[in-house]
């Protein structure tokens, strides 16, 4: 475990919010990651609130992982307005195997602050789910970002 509390954390010349809260997610996930891997649902959904939640439009990310469910990359792949981004199953499923990525979480941000998935976020989450299993990539949530999160497999909707 990393002792956090000897580390300085510091910034060079203006910084903005959106700066704050991507450093705020490397310190989650170097405090809270067991080895190197996403097993602790609550620091997942704090990591993706961190690198989601400041901004002012919906961003849809994916956390690509390997087959021990450790970090390959945090990609923020599509953008969209205050109420929605389009998603394209071909990307996700390009990036993945680009990554050669084993599992993946989804996350999007809810610029409205409520966290509860629509329609559409369902739909997607399926289309996205049955398109990666062609490719044998498992999708382990979809973590929806407003004030709080919300994790559509702690939520049963995967």
Same mark, same amino acid.
């Given at each position: 475990?990393?002792?956090?509390?000897?580390?300085?954390?510091?910034?060079?010349?203006? #910084?903005?919010?959106?700066? #704050?809260?991507?450093?705020?997610?490397?310190?989650?996930? *170097?405090?809270? =990651?067991?080895?190197?891997?996403?097993?602790?649902?609550?620091?997942?959904?704090?990591? #993706?609130?961190?690198? =989601?939640?400041?901004? *002012?439009?919906?961003? /849809?990310?994916?956390?690509? =992982? %390997?087959?021990?469910?450790?970090?390959?990359?945090?990609? *923020?792949? /599509?953008?969209?307005?205050?109420?929605?981004?389009?998603?394209?199953?071909?990307?996700?499923?390009?990036? !993945?195997? *680009?990554?050669?990525?084993?599992?993946?979480?989804?996350?999007?941000?809810?610029?409205?602050? %409520?966290?509860?998935?629509?329609?559409?976020?369902?739909?997607?989450?399926?289309?996205?789910?049955?398109?990666?299993?062609?490719?044998?990539?498992?999708?382990?949530?979809?973590?929806? #970002?407003?004030?709080? !999160?919300?994790?559509?497999?702690?939520?049963?909707?995967?």
């Amino acid at each position: 475990m990393h002792d956090l509390s000897k580390r300085h954390y510091s910034f060079r010349g203006p #910084v903005s919010a959106h700066q #704050v809260l991507e450093k705020a997610a490397e310190i989650i996930a *170097e405090k809270y =990651l067991r080895g190197d891997a996403f097993c602790n649902p609550t620091a997942t959904k704090d990591y #993706v609130k961190y690198r =989601l939640g400041s901004y *002012e439009r919906e961003v /849809f990310a994916l956390m690509l =992982l %390997d087959n021990q469910h450790r970090l390959i990359e945090f990609t *923020e792949l /599509f953008y969209g307005t205050i109420d929605s981004a389009s998603i394209y199953p071909r990307e996700v499923v390009k990036v !993945c195997l *680009e990554k050669n990525a084993a599992a993946i979480i989804l996350a999007h941000n809810h610029p409205s602050g %409520d966290p509860t998935p629509s329609q559409s976020d369902r739909r997607i989450t399926q289309r996205l789910k049955d398109a990666l299993a062609l490719i044998d990539v498992r999708v382990l949530d979809h973590i929806v #970002v407003g004030e709080d !999160c919300y994790s559509m497999a702690e939520g049963g909707m995967l």
